[in-house]
């Protein structure tokens, strides 16, 4: 009973295994950098693509910010290490993600009700389920100003440029 029991029981592994390999096998991920907001900040955004269609994204963005306030990259507090190379020490590379308490509070002062983090998961939400031609389409018949419009729940002024950094991480997939 105990060799039978220990059969099935690799017989499910190995079946479970190749299952997920079967329908892992179409997935991709692409990354792409791309200045989306400006000239003081970088976007970094990821996209997992099944064939061409978008399944998943995530898009975070770097700029430096108030060492005091928030936390910065891996190492940027070491003095001889990646901080040695920062222009002013008070200063730290950091994601607007993990600090989006502190980046949103000054969205706020500039009037925005919306944080950081929410935006950035709106954009990320609008293109799930679209092709990379559909991305594109999208993105070259309308203007800067109606994309802020065509994500739901998103009104960052560059909301067009994390798309197109998000299309380029999907054209990196391909």
Same mark, same amino acid.
């Given at each position: ?11 499910? #592994?190995?079946l479970g #295994?190749? +299952?997920t390999s079967?329908?892992?096998a $179409? #997935?991709?991920v692409?990354k792409a !950098?791309w200045?989306?907001?400006? =000239?003081?900040?970088f976007?970094i955004a990821?996209v997992?693509? !099944? ?5 998943? =994204?995530?898009?975070d963005?770097?700029q430096f910010l108030p060492k005091?306030e ?7 507090e070491?003095?001889n290490? #990646?901080?040695? $190379?920062f222009?002013?020490? $008070?200063?730290?590379l950091?994601?607007?993600?993990l600090n989006s308490d502190y980046y949103?509070n000054?969205m706020?002062k500039?009037?925005? =009700?919306v944080s950081?983090?929410d ?10 389920g679209?092709?990379?031609a !559909?991305?594109e389409s ?10 802020? $419009?065509?994500? =739901?729940g +998103?009104?960052?002024v560059?909301?067009d440029?994390y798309l197109?950094a998000i299309l +380029?991480?999907a054209?990196? +997939?391909?």
């Open positions: 009973m105990k060799k039978f029991l220990g059969f099935v029981l690799v017989a499910v #592994l190995v #295994l190749v +299952a079967a329908f892992a $179409d #997935l991709k692409g !950098e200045a989306a907001h400006g =000239t003081k900040c976007t990821f997992v693509m !099944e064939a061409d269609t978008i399944e998943r =994204t995530i898009i963005e770097y005091a928030v936390t910065g990259v891996p190492n940027s070491i003095e290490g #990646l901080a040695a $190379d222009a002013n020490p $008070d200063r730290v950091a994601s607007k993600r949103s000054n706020a500039a009037g925005s =009700t950081i983090l935006n950035f998961t709106a954009i990320e939400n609008y293109v799930v679209k092709t990379v !559909e991305l999208i993105l070259n018949s309308n203007s800067k100003e109606a994309m802020v $419009d065509a994500v =739901t +998103a009104t960052l560059d909301t440029g197109w +380029a991480a054209k990196n +997939a391909n």
